[in-house]
C-alpha cells in the first residue's frame, strides 16, 4: 500500500466523487486538463491495483493505492522468450493521433522504425485536415480514445463518411469499464491499452491490418 497525503483546501464530497472523470477539473480555463488522476486510476486498475480516497475541506486529502502482492511471484525463475513481432503492410501510411506530444514522437519513431509512413496529429480536427489533404492513402488510423474537443471513436465516425471501410487501433490508459461506456467505441474495433510496448504496438497494427507473421 501506498499513501500520499497533503494538508491542502481539501475536497467535499461532490467533488471527491467526480476526481477521477477526464477533463473534470476545479482549476481554472488553462491551468488545468482533469486527465492527472483519471490516468493514475487507469494505470492502477490495470495493475490490478484499487485506489481510495479520504478528504474533507479545510482538513487536506488522502491517496491510498493497494497494489497485489508480487512476493510469491517473484519466488519464481523463469525465462521470458521474446514476443515475435508481425510483419508490417508494404507501403502503409498510418495517421497517428495523440494529444500528448512525448507520447505522439515516441509512437511515431516506433512506427517508422518498423518501415510505415506516418502522418501526425495533436487532436481530431488536425487529423481530419490530414487525411481530407494528404495525396496518397491512409491504410490505419491509430487515435487515442479521450481527447479535448473530439474523441476518438467521433473522429473515426468522421473519417469513415470520407473513407468507407478505414481501419482504426485506439489506444487508451484508462480502464476497460470506462471504455466500455463509450457507446462510439465499436465492438470488435483493436483497443492498445498504455503504457504498450514497441511488440504489442507493432503486432497490434498488423492484425488490424491483416498483415501475416514473419
Known sequence: MLAVSDNGNGMDEATRCRIFEPFFTTKGVGKGTGLGLATVHGIVKQSGGHIWVYSEPGRGTTFKIYFPSAEHAAQVAFRLEPEPIAGKAEDTTILLVED????????????????????????????????????????????????????????????????????????????????????LLKSGVALLEKPFTRTSLLNTIASALAVPAE
Open 100 to 183: 500528448d506530444p512525448i507520447m505522439r514522437r515516441l509512437t511515431r519513431q516506433m512506427l517508422e522504425q518498423h518501415g510505415y509512413t506516418v502522418l501526425e496529429a495533436p487532436d481530431g480536427k488536425s487529423a481530419l485536415q490530414q487525411a481530407h489533404t494528404h495525396d496518397g492513402t491512409v491504410g490505419l488510423v491509430l487515435t487515442d480514445v479521450v481527447m479535448p474537443v473530439m474523441s476518438g471513436p467521433e473522429l473515426a465516425t468522421q473519417l469513415d463518411k470520407s473513407h468507407p471501410g478505414l481501419r482504426v487501433v485506439y489506444m487508451s490508459g484508462y480502464t476497460g469499464e470506462l471504455i466500455g461506456q463509450d457507446e
